[in-house]
């Protein structure tokens, strides 16, 4: 591989399932047969074998993480994790966390931002051209808690971003 991007992944299938959200809890017992028992020592040895938490350490080239703070399925915590973890390791990893967003990126203007970041990311692992970011990141929620240099262009647009005002708890447009 020369990069990989991730898009709201789970990085650890234990926490996962162990923090299901209330619509899941009806397909659990289903969950615990296609995926794994998170309750027992011995499936939950089967389920860490299987998550990528697991294997950071082989993790040898650049990772964009792309999550939603209010993810009610893959929870923001999988994504701090692993940063976390590569960060720890000094793997390259560039996280981008978007505050109004829950599983994926439904506003225009995260995904405007998202594409941008994920565009001059794979130009600078897979080569080739880039649009440059510029004003991409205006009217998007996020921040990039880890590794704004890992990606070109990224601190530039940065200092022309205005984060989006919050609305005063209770009230809404």
């Known amino acids: 591989f020369a990069c990989g991007v991730d898009i709201v992944g789970p990085s650890s299938l234990v ?5 299901p959200p209330p ?3 009806p397909f659990m017992p289903v969950m615990k047969l296609r995926v794994g028992d998170w309750m027992s020592e011995e499936g939950i040895k089967f389920l860490e074998s299987r998550s990528p938490l697991k294997y950071v350490d082989k993790i040898k080239k650049p990772l964009l993480i792309g999550q939603g703070a209010n993810d009610p399925r893959v929870k923001k915590a999988e994504a701090d994790q692993i940063a976390k973890a590569m960060t720890e390791k000094k793997i390259p990893v560039t996280y981008v966390l978007f505050h109004d967003e829950g599983h994926g990126f439904a506003r225009p203007e995260n995904r405007f931002a998202f594409y941008a970041v ?24 996020f921040s990039i808690p880890d590794g ?19 609305e005063p708890a209770g009230q809404k447009k």
């Open 15 to 19: 926490t996962l399932l162990n923090n």
């Open 23 to 25: 619509y899941w809890m």
């Open 118 to 141: 994920t565009e001059a990311f794979l130009a600078e692992n897979l080569g080739g051209r880039y649009q440059p970011i510029g004003e991409a990141f205006q009217g998007a929620d």
């Open 148 to 166: 704004e240099e890992g990606v070109p262009g990224v601190k530039e647009a940065l200092k022309t971003y205005t984060p989006k005002p919050k």
